[in-house]
């Protein structure tokens, strides 16, 4: 059975109604009155536990304000996802917040809701409206700092694979890190480049890996900036049986990741990230703010941390829980938190 575009919308669209845990009377128009608030989240991407806990803090923070959330998956159809902007203007919904995307099919997009008086915030997509503010995790500083442990670990010279695939906002950041240190360790030889975005990921990327891998015996590290990534190249050096000659840098983490981190021999050592569930908390806060009238400003950026095997095996650590309770920038960020916004319990 073909379904037409309409069809495909009403079916992956759905209502998340959360009830508000502060006093109205305290809150600025219009949470005042939030059951008659509705925002919408937009997604190009939603499969791996990054954005499943992103949508975790989306709906955590949508709750504690008391607004209704309606929740769009595109799963990685830009045309789709573009329509669905469209579906969310014609709702008339208070907001809406994008999640990733391609800059090209989703910047006239979200012109549209501009136009339509919509504020609009955009996580991991650029697209280039100054109107728009840009949520990201300071992407550079994630490639960065993994990349700097990895010389740290390996010294300046040596041989590596790179996954990545172009056209993805954080992606397309965190490969202009990949750049300069290359740039600046004239030692480091890409031998390889590799990436795809096909569902399931990590499956699909361990699929490359096996044939990078094969060709070039001699890599010693791989930076795989997304952890769906790392753990593709992961499972393809188990089974390569290389674990203990190459060394594996992402960014961003999950318990499952973790968990991959901590098992014996693993060459996944170090990724860098800031925890989703904020992240997606900080998204609803700042269209909140603009909601209000407030400004919070054209980036808003939550720093990002290194974390180490070392670090997760010295403390026994083996969930998010753990981690926030070993880092605290890992259970709240300050970033969009305004005297009145009431924040989720915390635990």
Do not use: C
């Not at 300069?180 to 480091?188: K, L, M, S, W």
């Not at 290389?242 to 098992?263: F, K």
């Not at 909140?288 to 950026?301: C, K, Q, Y």
Request: hydrophobic share 45%; glycine share 6%.
């Amino acid at each position: 059975m073909t379904l037409s575009r309409r069809a495909l919308l009403a079916l992956t669209t759905g209502a998340i109604f959360a009830g508000g845990a502060a006093s109205a009377q305290d809150m600025p128009a219009p949470f005042d009155n939030p059951d008659d608030v509705e925002i919408a989240l937009v997604r190009y991407l939603s499969t791996g536990d990054f954005f499943q806990a992103y949508l975790g803090g989306v709906e955590a923070q949508a709750e504690a304000l008391g607004v209704n959330l309606r929740v769009l998956d595109s799963r990685q159809d830009a045309a789709l996802q573009s329509d669905m902007v469209d579906q969310a203007i014609a709702l008339g919904v208070d907001g809406i917040i994008i999640q990733h995307g391609l800059t090209e099919s989703m910047q006239a997009a979200a012109q549209r809701a501009v136009d339509a008086g919509i504020p609009v915030v955009a996580f991991d997509v650029d697209v280039e409206n100054e109107a728009i503010p840009q949520i990201e995790q300071s992407d550079y500083m994630l490639g960065s700092l993994a990349l700097e442990q990895a010389i740290a670990d390996n010294g300046d010279a040596f041989r590596a694979a790179y996954v990545y695939v172009p056209g993805i906002a954080p992606l397309d950041r965190r490969d202009v890190a990949w750049q300069d240190v290359r740039e600046a360790n004239p030692g480091i030889e890409e031998v390889a480049q590799f990436g795809t975005l096909d569902n399931p990921i990590a499956n699909s990327v361990a699929n490359q890996a096996r044939s990078v891998l094969q060709a070039n015996p001699d890599i010693t590290v791989v930076f795989a900036p997304y952890d769906e990534f790392a753990k593709g190249v992961k499972i393809a050096v188990d089974e390569s049986g290389m674990s203990d000659q190459i060394d594996i840098y992402s960014a961003d983490v999950s318990t499952a990741d973790i968990s991959a981190m901590r098992e014996p021999g693993s060459a996944w050592v170090a990724t860098v990230a800031t925890n989703p569930a904020v992240v997606g908390e900080v998204s609803v806060r700042t269209l909140a703010m603009m909601l209000a009238g407030e400004e919070p400003g054209e980036s808003v950026v939550v720093p990002p941390t290194l974390i180490t095997q070392d670090f997760l095996n010295e403390n026994d650590i083996s969930n998010m829980d753990e981690l926030a309770a070993m880092m605290p920038q890992f259970a709240h960020s300050d970033v969009s938190v305004p005297d009145w916004m009431p924040l989720p319990p915390r635990n």
